[in-house]
């Protein structure tokens, strides 16, 4: 992870720290037979095989409206190219979801894709119910909690990227 720098990370360095067998994100703990499992299926989802492309555009923008089929992997494959990107800075990577049970349910999922504990480098946030720590780099969110975070932080200094999933026109 060291190596790694904010906005010029590429597809193949992030690939290549998510094939050792060793987990940067925990410590440098060994990866679960499972982990290498869920790797080999991501890596077939449509996103994962434009993540270099996906990469060279969120170096060069603010803003970037991604489109694509359900279950191609925007909601969980592209927050994880994001956080590799913007491990260097330190900061969070927040994703906002609609729906509470949607956003526990991807954050369950992106943390066991990540082989990490939920709640810790993966956490989530939904209205009376937070799953939280300190050691917390990707943070996925209900809209309405992104907007209360908002009152108290207006420049959402915790964070370097702010990903609005599935946004609708109530939101």
């Avoid at 050792?20 to 994100?25: K, R, T, Y």
């Amino acid at each position: 992870m060291d190596d790694l720098q904010r906005n010029q990370t590429t597809a193949q360095q992030a690939e290549n720290l998510e094939e050792w067998e060793v987990n940067p994100l925990r410590d440098h703990e060994l990866h679960s037979s499972k982990y290498f499992q869920l790797l080999e299926s991501r890596r077939r989802l449509p996103v994962s095989l434009r993540r270099q492309e996906f990469l060279d555009i969120y170096h060069d923008s603010q803003i970037i409206l991604v489109s694509g089929e359900t279950g191609s992997g925007k909601t969980t494959q592209v927050p994880q190219s994001i956080l590799f990107d913007e491990w260097a800075s330190g900061k969070k990577v927040a994703c906002t979801q609609p729906r509470r049970l949607a956003t526990t349910a991807v954050a369950t999922r992106t943390a066991a894709e990540l082989d990490v504990t939920l709640g810790e480098e993966v956490r989530y946030s939904v209205r009376f119910e937070r799953k939280t720590s300190k050691m917390t780099r990707l943070k996925y969110m209900t809209g309405g909690l992104l907007l209360s975070e908002a009152s108290r932080d207006r420049d959402f200094s915790a964070y370097s990227c702010i990903i609005v999933d599935e946004a609708h026109e109530r939101d």
